[in-house]
Nanobody, 120 residues
Framework: QVQLVESGGGLVQPGGSLRLSCAAS????????MGWYRQAPGKQRELVAW???????NYGDSVKGRFTISRDNAKNTVYLQMNSLKAEDTAVYYC??????????????WGQGTQVTVSS
């Protein structure tokens, strides 16, 4: 069984920073792309950023230049450094990973989500 566990969400003032972490655990054979999505109330889930196993990255237009995604393959962990946060960044942030688990087909896994609230 594979699990993704996020941490690092919380309340921050506009212009502040937060760092999210997502650790994958379980019977993992290989992790391919890892990424972050977010969903604000009343809106569809949207891509924030993703990173490949060879550290190629892609960002949503609304976060380019402010957010940075990185990963530590030895720890099966992906990070999202969020700077210059705005009220419109408020959302539940979900971790996603493309994983081949032992004795299982390669597929997407999702974390439970962590709330990020940007407010003064």
């Amino acid at each position: 069984q594979v699990q993704l566990v996020e941490s690092g969400g919380g309340l921050v003032q506009p212009g502040g920073s937060l760092r999210l972490s997502c650790a994958a655990s379980g019977s993992i054979f290989s992790i391919y792309a890892m990424g972050w999505y977010r969903q604000a109330p009343g809106k569809q889930r949207e891509l924030v950023a993703w990173i490949t196993s060879t550290t190629g990255t892609n960002y949503g237009d609304s976060v380019k230049g402010r957010f940075t995604i990185s990963r530590d393959n030895a720890k099966n962990t992906v990070y999202l450094q969020m700077n210059s946060l705005k009220a419109e960044d408020t959302a539940v942030y979900y971790c996603n990973a493309d994983i081949a688990a032992m004795h299982s087909l390669r597929r997407d896994y999702w974390g439970q989500g962590t709330q990020v609230t940007v407010s003064s």
